[in-house]
């Protein structure tokens, strides 16, 4: 056997200080092994309680698949923003007709201010007062 310059293994303290080293080396061993072993079991329950939380938030609990849901409410959506074009093109219109009636408003009470005013010169004693054109 090879003899090993720092190994002196005279007595029973010698060979009860090498099994204590290599006894709290498979202490270690074991404990770091044991310890891993709960912290991934703690992380994948976890992980699994994430997935199924997330699986609640994003599963359909409808008769119908989420997909199919979403494509109805497209459509819904193109209606609505069909019959708001048809709306807003009828308010224009209303609006334009104001407009115009604004306009022949304009016109008819100036040609009746000028009416007045020729009343008025051509037939001053009639008695007929002046009134505030707007």
């Known amino acids: 056997m090879t003899e090993v310059p720092w190994l002196d ?8 200080g090498i099994a204590i080293l290599v006894v709290s080396g498979w202490v270690t061993t ?30 359909n609990g409808h008769e119908t698949p989420l997909r199919q849901d979403m494509d ?21 219109s209303v609006h334009s007709d104001m407009n115009n009636i604004r306009q022949e ?15 008025d010169e051509e037939h001053p004693r009639t008695g ?3 009134r505030a054109s707007g």
Do not use: P
Not at 9 to 16: I, S
Not at 47 to 53: H, R
Not at 106 to 116: F, I, N, Q, S, Y
């Open 9 to 16: 293994m005279n007595d029973w303290y010698d060979v009860l």
């Open 30 to 59: 074991f404990l770091t092994i044991r310890y891993g072993q709960k912290k991934a079991h703690q992380s994948h329950n976890q992980l699994a309680e994430t997935v199924e939380s997330v699986k609640n938030q994003v599963a």
């Open 72 to 92: 109805d409410m497209r459509s819904i959506l193109q209606v609505i923003r069909d019959e708001l074009h048809i709306i807003r093109r009828d308010i224009f």
């Open 105 to 119: 408003l304009g016109v008819e009470r100036d040609a009746r201010t000028d009416l007045e005013h020729r009343m």
């Open 128 to 130: 007929r007062r002046r």
